[in-house]
């Protein structure tokens, strides 16, 4: 049985759960991160040791400006309060994606959250904000071609990544019903386990990391080799 060592989570769904109750996107977003809040928890019960959570994608940019404003103030005001005191729980953040384009107030409270975690050694949480699997890969090369690498080969790639150290994702799981990765770890996933759950994401809590681990462990991986 392989070990659920890295979980991806694809969090969508804050807005339907919002419409559903006749309330703003910004009411599901900050549902969604209490839920994130429980399911670092679940993780940690778990034993799972990385724990990968799509915040805000390169293609993100389009919404509402109202709505990309909100989620830049959650990154910007609530995780350093509150994913910090998850330091009590030992967990290290760390950032994924490109900073380019991110508010100088976020990147403040994000580099200072990372800084003050790093010694943390219980989960890593990566946080996917301005993220997108293009985007990692060409930046990976655009870095191999600013140091004169004139052939590029599938580990040089990925050792420009943000966090080079961190093991591919096992198991990509996506709330709310939708079935796609749109842009989420498209390197690192060629051989992840890819789960689909119609719960939205202010829904999920610790009993559905349970659920996610058993179904994990129902799979059996032979990455392009036989069983
Ligand atoms: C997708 O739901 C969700 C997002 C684009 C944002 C996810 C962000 C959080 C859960 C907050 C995390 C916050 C911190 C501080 C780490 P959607 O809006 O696409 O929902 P819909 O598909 O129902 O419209």
């Not at 800084?115 to 949480?125: A, I, Y």
């Not at 939205?200 to 069983?227: C, N, S, Y």
Request: net charge neutral; charged share 30%; proline share 4%.
């Amino acid at each position: 049985m392989d070990e659920l060592v890295h979980l991806g989570i694809i969090m969508d769904g804050n807005g339907r759960w919002a419409k559903k109750r006749n309330l703003p996107r910004a009411a599901g977003h900050l549902e969604g991160l209490k839920s994130l809040k429980k399911v670092i928890k679940g993780a940690i019960d778990e034993g799972i040791k990385y724990l990968t959570v799509y915040c805000f994608s390169t293609e993100n940019w389009k919404r509402p400006e109202a709505e990309v404003n909100y989620l830049m103030a959650l990154f910007t005001n609530k995780i350093y309060g509150e994913i910090r005191t998850m330091g009590s729980l030992g967990v290290q953040v760390r950032l994924l994606g490109k900073r380019e384009g991110l508010p100088e107030a976020a990147l403040k409270a994000l580099d200072r959250t990372v800084n003050e975690t790093s010694q943390n050694d219980k989960l890593v949480l990566q946080l996917a904000i301005n993220y997108g699997g293009h985007d990692e890969i060409a930046r990976a090369v655009n870095a191999l071609i600013r140091e004169g690498v004139k052939e590029v080969t599938p580990e040089l790639i990925r050792s420009k990544f943000d966090n080079p150290d961190i093991p591919p994702v096992d198991f990509i799981v996506r709330s709310a019903g939708e079935e796609r990765l749109s842009n989420f770890l498209l390197f690192d996933s060629a051989y992840s386990e890819l789960g689909f759950y119609d719960k939205l994401w202010p829904d999920w809590d610790e009993e559905m990391i349970k659920t996610v681990k058993e179904d994990f462990h129902k799979r059996q991986r032979r990455f392009g080799g036989l069983a």
